[in-house]
RNA sequence: GGGUCCAUAGUCUAUCGGUAGGACAUUGCCCUUACAAGGCAGGGAGCGCGGUUCAACUCCGCGUGGACCCACCA
C-alpha cells in the first residue's frame, strides 16, 4: 500500500485565509436565528473608538479574543449574538479633525466641523472593520452600527427623556471640573494628575482683632477674592490664640472667620490655609462643610470674572502676575518658593482644570449606590479579582454624574426652552432631534401656555451616555420586545480593565435605571497590551504597535493564537515579534502533523493497543484542561495545553512510536488500522479544541479531511477515555529521551540498531518501542 | 496618604506542602521517509528576612521591588 498525503503544501498558508472566510459568509454559519430553540447567548461588544491611526495592537488582540469568547459559547451550544458597532461619539474624534484640517472647533461653524469628523471617522471606521474581519471576528458585519446614527442617538435621546420623567435628571450649579481648552466641564474619570513647577505665595493678612499679621501659603493669589475662610490645625501651638478670631483679606480689605481644621497641615507652608471658591477639591469639600457662601472668581472663558474687581477681565496667568506684584508693592508678601504642585488636568488637552461653579444637567447615582454594589456583588467577573475595582469605585462615588457637555460631536440633549417662562420643554421620545438647528417640536409652551417660541438647547451629552445604552440598543430597547427578551440581560460584556469605572459603572447604572436588570451576566475584562519593555501602549508615549503589518504578514490565525497563548485572562500581555514567530512555527508544526495523518485512511472503530490508549488518556486530560480554560473564557490555558500536548507528546512521542505501525512495517492489519483510528481521533479532537482560538486552519484541514460542513458547527469535544494510562508519559518520555540521548552520544544514527533493555513499565508498549528505536532484545 | 493585584532562568509562564515543567531567546550536534518555519541534546530560575511544618516556590508575617486604581497638600 502506498501512502501519498492529501495535504500537499509543507506550511500554513495565511493566504488562504481570505477563501476559508468568503465560505464562512457564504454558508452564512455564524448568522444568529433568533427563532432559535438554542439558549440565546449576548456578547455586548464594546464598539471600537476610531480615534486615529493606527488602531492599538491591544485593542486588536482584546477583539479576537472577544471573538473567541463567541467560538467558545457556540461550541457549547449557545445561539451566539454577537453584534458588532463603532463608537463614534465623543471628543477624540474632535481633537483630531481638528489637528487633520488644523481647524478650531470654536472658529469653525457646527455643521461644517461636524460634516469634517464624519469624513474622519469613516476613514478610520473602514480601517478598523478591515481589521476586524481579518482576524476572523464572526461577528454580524452585515448589520454593524454606529453610535453616532439617528437610531443610536435616538435611543440615548428616549432613554434620557425617560430617565427625566423618572426624575432622576436634574440641573443644578455646582462646582464643576471646566476645562478652559476644550470648553466643557469634564468628569473625575477624566481628569489625570501631573507634577508641575509652581510658586507657593507667603502672603499677609491682618488679624483684625489685634492687627498682627498673619501669614498665608498659596498657590493661587489670584483667587484672593473669593476667600472666605482662612484655617488652622487645632493641634498646632503657633495658632492657638487666633480660635473663632477674624482675618482681614488684603487687597480687598473683607472680613473672614478664622477656624481650626484638621484639614490644614503644619508641616506645609506657614500652617494656614486660604479657602477660595474654588482652588481645589478641598475647596469644595470645606465650602459644603462649612457651608460658606461661594463667590465666583473665574468665568469659563478662564478670565477672572466681575467679583476680581481691577482684576476683572484678565486672564488668570495674568491676574496672578499681576496680584502678585501689587501684594510686592504694598510690602504684604512674605516670601516665594518654588513647589512641585500635583496639577489635575484635563486628559485631552493637559490644561489644568478650573473648579467653576456652572448650570450643568446631571443624573443621579448617588441614590442607586446600595443597588449598584447588590450588582457588582452578584456578577460573574472573568477573572475574579477584578471585581474589587468595579465594588472600590462604587464606593468612591460622592457626587451625581455630570452628563452635559459644550461640543460639538456628540448627541444632542434633546431640550428646548420657552422664551417666556424659560422652562425646559422635553419633546416625545422615539425620535431624533437636534434643537440646536431643528424647529421646536411644539408651538404652545407646555409650562406656560405662551407662544413667544423656544430657544434650543446647545449641548451635547457625555459619550457614555450613548455607550452606557449598548446593551439595550443591540437587544432593540422598546422596539422589539420579542428580540429584547432574548437577547437581553447580555451573556457577557467584553471590556479592558481601564473603563470598569467609566462604561462599565455607568452601563450599569443606566441598566437598572431603565429595566430594573442587571444590564448581563458577566463581565470579561482584559488586561493592557503593553510594549516590548512592559510599559503601556499609548499614542502620546509613541510606542504603539500597528496590527495591520503584522496581520499582514502571519493571518489572522497566527495572530490569535499568540495572544492567546501570551498571557492569562486579565493579566497585561507583551508584543514580541519572537513570540508572534514561534506561533507561527506551532501553526506549522499542525499543519504537518495533518499532513502526516492525511496519507493514511480514517477508521470507524479499532482494536486499540496500549500505546493508542496510553495517548488517548492524555488526549483526555489535555480536553479536561482545555473546558475548564473554554468554561472560564480564559484562553491561555486551552492555548497552551495544546501546543503542549501537541508538540512535546502527540508528535514528539506518540507519533514516533505509532510511525512503523501505521506504514504497516512489522504489525498486522488490525494494529495498523488501530494506529489510523487513533491518530485521526487525536487530530479530529485537537482541531475541535483549537478551532475557537485558531478558525481558519482547523477548518481548512477539517474540510479537507472530514467533511463539507464546517468544524464551526461541531461541539466542544468532551472527555471520554478515560483509560487512566497518562501515568505511564513520564515513564515513556524518559524512556525515549534516553535512547536518542544514547544515540547522539555515540554518534549513531537514529535508524540505528540497538541494544537496551526496556523497563518491565513499559512492557505494554514495548512492541512500538522496538520499532521505534529500531531495538535488539 | 489609602487600596487592589503581582514577584519563578535574559523574557513569558506551569506546578493550589513532597525530585521546579514548558515556551521564546541562547549553545552544540543532526537534512532520521509529516515538518530544517524541523529533530535531538546542553547551559540557565524560586526578591530578602523571619514564622508554621517531618517537609515551603507553594501557607502566614514583615520588608523590598513593580503594575494599576482611588484620594490629594493649600
Known amino acids: 500500500m502506498e501512502f501519498k498525503p492529501k495535504i500537499t503544501e509543507n506550511r500554513w498558508n495565511p493566504g488562504l485565509e481570505e477563501k476559508i472566510r468568503k465560505t464562512w459568509n457564504e454558508e452564512k454559519i455564524y448568522v444568529f436565528n433568533k427563532n432559535t430553540k438554542k439558549k440565546v447567548f449576548t456578547i455586548d461588544t464594546p464598539p471600537p473608538y476610531p480615534s486615529g491611526r493606527p488602531w492599538h495592537i491591544g485593542a486588536a488582540a482584546h477583539y479576537s479574543q472577544i471573538d473567541m469568547i463567541a467560538r467558545t459559547a457556540r461550541m457549547m451550544g449557545f445561539e451566539v449574538f454577537f453584534p458588532i458597532g463603532i463608537d463614534r461619539n465623543g471628543l477624540p474624534v474632535e481633537n483630531y479633525t481638528e489637528k487633520k484640517y488644523n481647524i478650531s472647533i470654536h472658529e469653525t461653524s457646527r455643521e461644517k466641523f461636524i460634516n469634517l469628523c464624519v469624513t474622519a471617522l469613516d476613514d478610520l471606521e473602514a480601517e478598523m472593520i478591515q481589521i476586524m474581519k481579518v482576524m476572523g471576528l464572526s461577528g454580524d458585519f452585515d448589520n454593524y452600527y454606529r453610535t453616532d446614527s439617528k437610531e443610536y442617538r435616538t435611543l440615548t435621546q428616549t432613554t434620557f427623556i425617560k430617565l427625566w420623567d423618572k426624575g432622576l435628571i436634574y440641573e443644578d450649579t455646582r462646582p464643576n471640573n471646566y476645562c478652559i481648552k476644550c470648553g466643557t466641564t469634564i468628569a473625575d474619570a477624566e481628569i489625570e494628575?501631573?507634577?508641575?513647577?509652581?510658586?507657593?505665595?507667603?502672603?499677609?493678612?491682618?488679624m483684625k482683632e489685634t492687627g498682627k499679621d498673619i501669614i498665608i501659603a498659596t498657590t493661587r493669589p489670584e483667587l484672593l477674592c473669593s476667600c472666605q475662610a482662612i484655617i488652622y490645625n487645632p493641634k498646632d501651638e503657633r495658632y492657638k490664640d487666633l480660635e473663632g478670631k477674624h482675618a482681614i483679606v488684603p487687597i480687598f480689605s473683607k472680613e473672614v472667620p478664622i477656624l481650626a481644621h484638621p484639614y490644614a497641615k503644619q508641616e506645609f507652608g506657614s500652617g494656614i490655609v486660604?479657602?477660595?471658591?474654588?482652588?481645589?477639591?478641598?475647596?469644595?469639600?470645606?465650602?459644603?462643610?462649612?457651608?460658606?457662601?461661594?463667590?465666583?472668581?473665574?468665568?469659563?472663558?478662564?478670565?477672572?470674572g466681575k467679583n476680581a474687581g481691577n482684576y476683572a477681565g484678565l486672564s488668570i496667568k495674568d491676574a496672578r502676575n499681576k496680584i502678585i506684584q501689587d501684594l510686592e508693592k504694598a510690602g504684604l508678601i512674605q516670601k516665594k518658593e518654588n513647589i512641585m504642585h500635583r496639577t489635575p488636568l484635563c486628559y485631552r488637552s493637559k490644561t489644568p482644570i478650573e473648579i467653576i461653579p456652572m448650570k450643568e444637567y446631571y443624573l443621579k447615582q448617588i441614590d442607586f449606590i446600595p443597588e449598584l454594589l447588590k450588582i457588582a456583588k452578584n456578577m460573574k467577573f472573568y477573572p475574579e479579582r477584578h471585581r474589587q475595582i468595579l465594588i472600590d469605585w462604587i464606593n468612591s462615588l460622592t457626587i451625581d454624574w455630570p452628563v452635559s457637555r459644550?461640543?460639538?460631536?456628540?448627541?444632542?440633549?434633546?431640550?428646548?426652552?420657552?422664551k417666556n417662562c424659560k422652562k425646559a420643554c422635553l419633546p416625545e421620545p422615539e425620535k431624533y432631534y437636534q434643537p440646536w438647528k431643528d424647529n421646536p417640536p411644539f408651538k404652545t409652551?407646555?409650562?406656560?401656555?405662551?407662544?413667544?417660541?423656544?430657544?434650543?438647547?446647545?449641548?451635547?451629552?457625555?459619550?457614555?451616555?450613548?455607550?452606557?445604552?449598548?446593551?439595550?440598543?443591540?437587544?432593540?430597547?422598546?422596539?422589539?420586545?420579542?428580540f429584547f427578551k432574548k437577547t437581553f440581560p447580555a451573556g457577557i460584556r467584553p471590556q479592558a480593565k481601564d473603563?470598569?469605572?467609566?462604561?462599565?459603572?455607568?452601563?450599569?447604572?443606566?441598566?437598572y435605571q431603565l429595566t430594573k436588570k442587571q444590564a448581563f451576566e458577566g463581565a470579561w475584562i482584559m488586561g493592557y497590551g503593553v510594549d516590548e519593555e512592559g510599559k503601556r501602549m499609548s499614542k502620546s508615549k509613541g510606542n504603539v504597535v500597528d496590527p495591520l503589518p503584522i496581520l499582514e504578514k502571519y493571518g489572522g490565525d497566527i495572530f490569535r493564537f499568540w495572544n492567546a497563548s501570551e498571557a492569562g485572562l486579565g493579566s497585561d500581555f507583551r508584543y514580541s515579534n519572537d513570540k508572534i514567530e514561534s506561533s507561527a512555527k506551532f501553526l506549522t508544526k499542525l499543519w504537518n502533523i495533518s499532513r502526516f495523518i492525511s496519507m493514511f485512511p480514517e477508521e470507524k472503530k479499532a482494536e486499540l493497543t496500549e500505546t493508542d490508549k496510553w495517548i488517548l488518556s492524555e488526549l483526555n486530560e489535555l480536553i479536561k484542561k482545555c473546558i475548564e480554560g473554554y468554561e472560564s473564557f480564559d484562553f491561555f490555558i486551552p492555548a497552551t495545553a495544546l501546543r503542549e500536548f501537541t508538540w512535546n507528546l502527540f508528535a514528539s512521542h506518540y507519533l514516533e512510536m505509532a510511525k512503523s505501525r501505521a506504514y504497516g512495517q512489522g504489525f498486522d492489519e488490525e494494529e495498523q488500522k488501530a494506529a489510523w483510528y487513533t491518530l485521526h481521533l487525536v487530530l479530529k479532537t485537537l482541531l475541535k479544541l483549537f478551532?475557537?482560538?485558531?478558525?481558519?486552519?482547523?477548518?481548512?484541514?477539517?474540510?479537507?479531511?472530514?467533511?463539507k460542513e464546517s468544524i464551526h458547527l461541531e461541539s466542544l469535544s468532551k472527555p471520554e477515555w478515560g483509560f487512566g494510562l497518562e501515568k505511564s508519559t513520564g515513564k515513556i518520555t524518559e524512556f525515549n529521551t534516553e535512547i536518542w540521548k544514547t544515540k547522539k552520544d555515540k554518534g549513531l544514527s537514529l535508524k540505528t540498531e540497538i541494544e537496551v533493555k526496556i523497563p518491565k513499565e513499559l512492557k505494554q508498549f514495548e512492541k512500538d518501542l522496538i520499532n521505534m528505536h529500531n531495538i535488539r532484545i
Open 406 to 418: 459644550r461640543r460639538y460631536y456628540g448627541t444632542e440633549i434633546p431640550i428646548w426652552y420657552c
Open 193 to 206: 494628575y501631573e507634577e508641575l513647577p509652581t510658586e507657593l505665595i507667603y502672603i499677609k493678612f491682618k
Open 691 to 707: 478551532a475557537p482560538i485558531s478558525p481558519f486552519i482547523t477548518d481548512y484541514v477539517w474540510k479537507e479531511l472530514y467533511g
Open 274 to 304: 486660604m479657602i477660595c471658591s474654588y482652588g481645589d477639591y478641598s475647596d469644595v469639600r470645606m465650602f459644603r462643610e462649612l457651608k460658606l457662601k461661594e463667590i465666583i472668581a473665574i468665568t469659563p472663558e478662564g478670565k477672572m
Open 445 to 482: 409652551c407646555p409650562h406656560c401656555k405662551s407662544e413667544k417660541g423656544f430657544e434650543g438647547e446647545t449641548r451635547t451629552f457625555d459619550t457614555w451616555m450613548d455607550s452606557s445604552i449598548s446593551p439595550l440598543f443591540i437587544s432593540k430597547y422598546g422596539k422589539d420586545d420579542d
Open 499 to 511: 473603563i470598569i469605572r467609566t462604561w462599565l459603572h455607568y452601563t450599569i447604572l443606566r441598566c
